[in-house]
């Protein structure tokens, strides 16, 4: 009997669930509606395909330029520079070269003459006995000396002249305590924030551009030198 009753029941189980199943399926109408199919004129297809933003399979061109040449150069040179010992002090002869050339043509034209280095000429007669004056500041009439420099053309000599003056007018002044052992720079130091201090500052400059650079300097270059001393003067005696 319980044999019965089980077989009964599993016979009824796949009858239940196709039962279920058929009751959930939804039936749809065909669809109708009709479709429309859009097509493109050949002349647009052909105008679209020319424009640079749709050549995407084109490899672009590269637009080297003059300019794009010269970095690459000069990047490639950097490289070279920084890659190679003997290409670094190379680059650093040529750069204190420049450096050099610049600074003496700076030179030349603050003193307004064409400078001429002379370290194979002698230092004359004249230039030795001027030193053996500097110890006698006081008494000697540089103006005279001046005068017999410039009819000479010793326009070197005439700068030095012009300095020793200034020197002799800053003690005479009392601006400055004039002593043979002290320097040219001990005198700026006395002079502090005198009016004149500029410009004695610069005839210093000159001075030792000729005294100890031994610079060639002509007429143009002295007459730099003179204005410089005439302003010098005025404020010395202000």
């Known amino acids: 009997m319980i044999r019965r ?3 009964i029941f599993l016979f009824l189980i796949p009858a239940a669930a196709t039962a279920q199943d058929s009751s959930t399926v939804q039936h749809f109408e065909p669809d109708s ?3 429309y199919v859009r097509t493109v004129e050949p002349s647009t297809l052909d ?8 050549a995407y399979n084109e490899e672009a061109e590269n637009p080297e330029t003059l300019w794009s040449r010269i970095q690459r150069w000069f990047i490639q040179l950097l490289q070279w520079i920084f890659s190679s010992p ?3 002090i190379t680059v650093r002869v040529i750069f204190f070269a420049i450096f050099g050339a610049i ?8 003193l307004g003459g064409n400078l001429t280095s002379s370290f194979s000429r002698k230092k004359t007669g004249q230039s030795l006995a001027m030193n053996i004056r500097e110890s006698e500041l006081s008494k000697t009439n540089y103006e005279e000396m001046l005068q017999a420099a410039l009819a000479e053309s010793r326009y070197r000599d005439a700068v030095r002249i012009l300095y020793l003056k ?3 007018q800053l003690n005479e002044n009392e601006l400055i305590s004039w002593k043979p052992d002290k320097t040219n720079h001990d005198y700026l130091r006395e002079l502090g924030s005198h009016p004149a201090g500029n410009y004695f500052n610069k005839l210093t400059t000159y001075y030792e551009y000729v ?3 031994d610079f060639n300097i002509e007429q143009a270059g002295y007459e730099t030198v003179e204005s410089v001393y005439q ?5 010395a005696h202000a």
């Open 5 to 7: 009753l089980l077989f």
């Open 211 to 213: 005294e100890y650079g």
């Open 231 to 235: 302003q010098f003067k005025n404020q």
């Open 86 to 88: 003997w290409a670094s």
């Open 47 to 54: 105008s679209l395909t020319n424009e640079d933003v749709f």
């Open 166 to 168: 200034a020197l002799q």
């Open 103 to 110: 600074l003496f043509a700076l030179i030349n034209h603050m």
């Open 33 to 35: 509606s009709k479709v």
